[in-house]
């Protein structure tokens, strides 16, 4: 499979191209601001991508590929032209180029306009907030055949390979897990369409989307 994973020096994305690097069965394409820094492996492909640029020159960089995995974010910092309007311009891309698979890293709560209302806003309002109308984007203004993935709060600790998909039985969900859960969503085909609640939990990753 020819996986393009976008934002792939980030702390999910360096995970994602860890477990995929040196696998003979994928072709991993890799974009980052600074693709220098893009983990290592025979079956590894670093391209450069700004999502500040137009969407001409997303679309002329992106490769070919079979999916895309979005899992760009600029940490808070520039949400309006990274979280939003990057991901939105991928989508885009997306379409132009007939990638139709698109897995997109968003957030619990993206989709729940009261998380971030008034007077019990989140501390993270801002940034559910790009991510709401990029998944809004994706969901209503596109044809791609989406799984959004919103996983409780992200933690550095070692992946057990147990998850909860569905709902969220606990507040954290590792890095690793969520990486995981990533690729094989892009493998899998019954996700296509789907908002997906995330949390580390009990049911081994296969079997938990398996179940779907």
Partial sequence: MKI???????????????????N??????AGARKPEKVPTGENISPFELDLHLSPEAITNAIPDSDVIIFVAGSGGKDLLQVDLNGAVKVMRAAEHKGIKRFIML?????????????PDASPLTN???????ADKWLMNNTDLDYTILQPTSLTETKGSG???????????NSIENVAEVLIELAKNSSSIRQVIEMSDGDTPINKAIDNL
């Fill in 4 to 22: 393009t994973v976008i934002g792939a020096t980030g702390r999910v994305g360096r995970t994602i191209i860890s477990k995929l690097a040196d």
């Fill in 24 to 29: 003979s069965e994928d072709e991993v394409f």
């Fill in 106 to 118: 968003s957030s619990r709560a993206s989709l729940d306009l009261e998380a971030f209302s008034e």
């Fill in 127 to 133: 940034y559910l907030i790009a991510k709401h109308y």
């Fill in 162 to 172: 147990k998850v909860t998909l569905g709902e969220f039985a606990t507040k954290e």
